[in-house]
């Protein structure tokens, strides 16, 4: 280990993304409690369906420990969280992509919610992503209109008309032709992802893959948690 990241660990002490506990090591990603007990995702379970896009891929189930992490991240400003969820992602994607991807996007939030949050929860998730895959990260969409928060929305038809038409692409994407990853930190319904493929393919963007930290199985999951607005 290099002098300085040894002084960096003393100051501040690398802490498990899901639990916050102290880490032996910078080298460690997570403590060997949250390893074990994480709702890991295996096989196939790691995939869903999200209309529009070529696949979904989410290392993890979205409750327990998982659920905290996510928590921890968005509500508890847990900005450096990023980049260990990041790799858990970039493994995933290695695990379940047998094709090459150009480059990572993202669904973004709206930006009265990124000014009163700090920072955009996906997009830091997609600057990681795209760090661990070498891929470069690009902003192709914005969020076109003020939308209810998912959470507050359990039926998924609902879902699906407030995630239409709030979003949009930005000028000068260059999203034709190019195989894209978009994350989001969870999926629920699909219905945002869904929504942000669908542009991406409509502007000739050839293969759309979504990547999440997690993936909540259905609406009722998260009903107390507020999702994008
Ligand atoms: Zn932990």
């Excluded at 102290?22 to 949250?34: A, E, G, N, Q, T």
């Excluded at 902003?139 to 609902?158: F, Y």
């Excluded at 879902?159 to 949009?168: L, S, T, V």
């Excluded at 991406?200 to 999951?221: D, R």
Aim: glycine fraction near 8%; include cysteine; proline fraction near 5%.
């Amino acid at each position: 280990m290099k002098l300085g990241q040894a002084v960096l660990d003393l100051v501040f002490p690398p802490k498990c993304p899901f639990c916050g506990r102290i880490l032996d090591s910078s080298r460690d990603l997570l403590c060997p409690d949250c390893q074990k007990e994480l709702s890991w995702l295996e096989g196939t379970a790691a995939e869903r369906k999200v209309e529009f896009a070529d696949g979904c891929f989410s290392p993890l189930a979205y409750r327990g420990k998982a659920r905290d992490g996510v928590r921890r991240y968005k509500f508890g400003r847990c900005v450096s969280c990023a980049r260990p969820f990041g790799v858990l992602m970039a493994q995933c994607v290695r695990d379940h992509l047998k094709e090459e991807a150009d480059g990572v996007t993202w669904a973004p939030l709206s930006r009265k919610r990124r000014r009163k949050r700090g920072f955009d929860q996906a997009e830091l998730l997609a600057r990681e992503l795209g760090a661990n895959l070498s891929l470069p990260v690009v902003s192709l969409l914005e969020k076109s209109r003020h939308t209810q928060p998912q959470s507050s929305l359990s039926d998924p038809s609902q879902r699906r008309a407030n995630a239409r038409g709030a979003y949009r692409l930005r000028p000068k994407g260059q999203v034709e032709g190019r195989r894209w990853l978009l994350v989001d930190d969870v999926v629920t319904s699909g219905s945002t992802l869904g929504e942000c493929a669908y542009l991406l393919k409509q502007a000739g963007a050839e293969k759309v893959w979504c990547v999440t930290l997690a993936q909540a199985g259905n609406g009722k999951e998260e009903t107390e948690e507020q999702r994008k607005i």
